[in-house]
């Protein structure tokens, strides 16, 4: 069973060309023009042990927040769609991650119902151009498109590349847990549906 799935995403602010898979090897191919930003996305694919390739171009003349909210968007969606029916996934995925100092938690439910939670507080607001405030926008489009629940927590740190870094990395990380198949062939609900 395949569990891949591409996008190709072009408006008037953004072009994004974006494929995964879900049981990758942590291989990656990144180019969003936002150095930081790409830098982020390097953990998710790495420490989520996917395979995602991204060529991403948007109207950074006005800033990055049109490119990051539309990249989220397609990370979502094509996260959804190498999930298909969600047969024997594990569903719930739960990572803390330390960072030097700093120290974040994620936790996800692909319950099928977008929700995000983030509790982060960032000691600096910009890093190399790159809004911190763009980090919750990013995962709000991941979580709206992708139909999960997201709950990020920043517990502490004093560094914001640290901080940041260690949100990304745990959600790569608990990403991995829940999309990962286990013995049973069957939909991880009551319900019978995800």
């Keep these: 069973m395949s569990r891949e799935s591409s996008v190709v995403r072009d408006t008037t602010e953004t072009s994004i060309d974006l494929r995964l898979n879900l049981d990758g090897t942590g291989v990656y191919s990144i180019e969003t023009g936002v150095g930081f930003f790409d830098h ?33 968007i397609c990370l979502g969606k094509v996260i959804r769609e190498a999930l298909g029916e969600k047969r024997g996934i594990e569903r719930f995925g739960t990572a803390f991650v330390a960072m030097d100092e700093a120290l974040a ?11 995000l939670v983030f509790h982060a507080s960032f000691s600096r607001e910009i890093i190399n151009g790159f809004s911190l405030e763009l980090v919750k926008e990013f995962f709000q489009a991941v979580a709206g498109e992708g139909k999960m629940n997201i709950h990020i927590a920043l517990l502490y740190g004093a560094n914001a590349h640290h901080q940041a870094e260690a949100i990304f990395k745990s959600f790569g990380r608990a990403l991995r847990q829940a999309v990962r198949l286990t013995t049973l062939d069957s939909v991880p609900s009551t319900k019978g549906v995800l």
């Excluded at 390097?42 to 990055?64: C, F, M, N």
């Excluded at 439910?109 to 977008?114: F, K």
Aim: avoid cysteine; aromatic fraction near 2%.
């Design 40 to 72: 982020m996305l390097s953990h998710i694919a790495r420490h989520g042990g996917l395979d995602l390739s991204l060529k991403a171009r948007g109207d950074l003349h006005v800033d990055e927040h049109h490119l990051v909210e539309d990249v989220g």
């Design 105 to 115: 938690r994620t936790v996800i439910d692909l319950s099928g119902r977008s929700y």
